[in-house]
T-cell receptor, first 109, second 114 residues
């Protein structure tokens, strides 16, 4: 079983739609959680951290459910520029990141 | 600031050839990392370094060697390339261990081994 699992998609949504991705992690001792964004043929970049209480950054909301070991990312009012692959990332002991395989989002006009 | 740069951007090797990938960062970061990214597999850590002169193995170190002689540079070597090493290689850096969650990535090197 992969340590961090994501639905690869693609999720095809129209502009303005709300879309949500989930991610599950297997290591219950994992400490911190993040979402990275990777545009096609580009490098990954940190999008946002994920806190137990949930956190919001503009149109993006991230949630963590430690009991069920899953993380979610909600995007409201999708824009064409949101088209990318979203990587679920877990920070483990030793301060190493473990990346999920990514969920591809395509926002259509 | 250039951030993290990688050389070369593309390379085609024949099986058995060797090469070195160069990563440079100008942010004075302590930690540096080499990952490979394959379709559906996510990024996997090859080797990393927590400071000048130090290196450590990651998840998939076999077939690779690294060196960090200067704080700003992290080299990844393939001594005898194999088709299984066809991948996109990303270098990254972070300020230190506590800041490891925010890694800054280079643009990647696309390597094909025939």
């Amino acid at each position: 079983r992969k340590e961090v699992e994501q639905d690869p998609g693609p999720f095809n949504v129209p502009e303005g739609a709300t879309v949500a991705f989930n991610c599950t992690y297997s290591n219950s001792a994992s400490q911190s959680f993040f979402w990275y964004r990777q545009d096609c043929r580009k490098e990954p970049k940190l999008l946002m951290s994920v806190y137990s209480s949930g956190n919001e950054d503009g149109r993006f909301t991230a949630q963590l459910n430690r009991a069920s070991q899953y993380i979610s990312l909600l995007i409201r009012d999708s824009k064409l520029s949101d088209s990318a692959t979203y990587l679920c990332v877990v920070l483990n002991a030793g301060n190493m990141l473990t990346f999920g395989g990514g969920t591809r989002l395509m926002v259509k006009p | 600031n250039a951030g993290v740069t990688q050389t070369p951007k593309f390379r085609v090797l024949k099986t058995g050839q060797s090469m070195t990938l160069l990563c440079a960062q100008d942010m004075n970061h302590e930690y540096m990392y080499w990952y490979r990214q394959d379709p559906g597999m996510g990024l996997r850590l090859i080797h990393y370094s927590v400071g000048e002169g130090t290196t450590a193995k990651g998840e998939v170190p076999d077939g690779y060697n690294v060196s960090r002689l200067k704080k700003q540079n992290f080299l990844l070597g393939l001594e005898s390339a194999a088709p299984s090493q066809t991948s996109v290689y990303f270098c990254a850096s972070s300020y230190d261990g506590t800041g490891a969650y925010e890694q800054y990535f280079g643009p990647g090197t696309r390597l094909t081994v025939t």
